[in-house]
């Protein structure tokens, strides 16, 4: 989150906070980092997951580098801006890229569904199927397979 709340910083002119951020964001992915080699190295039944390979993590470590890379530059050249000794404070409710939650509704219950028909449906009282029966075992009689044989004449040429 840091990550790419230091590249929105950015985008605003803020170098300084998104230095900071990113820095921050640096210092979180390194211990995630830790953890999940820590992770891939415990022995148990079932199959082992790496999550430090997982494309995301890769991808998420060099975005870190190269976007505060890219910080540090710009404020040694244009802004001149300091880094503040905190973090900057994220948002925790995002209002860009998310579509407001609709609350369900369940829908009106039609006019034939009465207490009288809910009370028809009575499984006790289902009908006896009578091919549950189990069949009994036929013989599967084996089939002749056709001798076949590779063929020099089959038309193909490589040239």
């Known amino acids: 989150a840091y990550c790419y709340h230091g590249q929105t910083l950015l985008a605003s002119d803020k170098c300084g906070e998104a230095i900071r951020s990113l820095q921050e964001s640096e210092k979180f992915f390194a211990k ?8 891939g190295e415990t022995k148990g039944p079932g199959t082992t997951a790496k999550p430090s390979g997982h494309l995301f993590f890769r991808k998420l470590g060099s975005l870190i580098k190269n976007t505060l890379e890219k910080c540090q530059r710009e404020n ?11 973090a900057p404070q994220l ?4 209002n860009y890229g998310l579509v407001d939650p609709v609350p369900f509704e369940f829908p009106a219950l039609n006019a034939h569904w009465t207490p009288e028909t809910l009370a028809a449906f009575d499984l006790t009282k289902r009908p006896k199927d009578d091919t549950a029966k189990p069949k009994p075992d036929e013989e599967v009689k084996p089939l002749k397979e056709p001798d076949i044989k590779p063929q020099k004449d089959s038309g193909c040429q490589i040239s």
Request: overall charge negative.
């Open 32 to 39: 995630a980092e830790a953890l999940c080699k820590e992770y």
């Open 91 to 94: 948002e925790l409710k995002a």
């Open 76 to 86: 040694g050249f244009i802004y001149f801006q300091k880094v503040p000794a905190e």
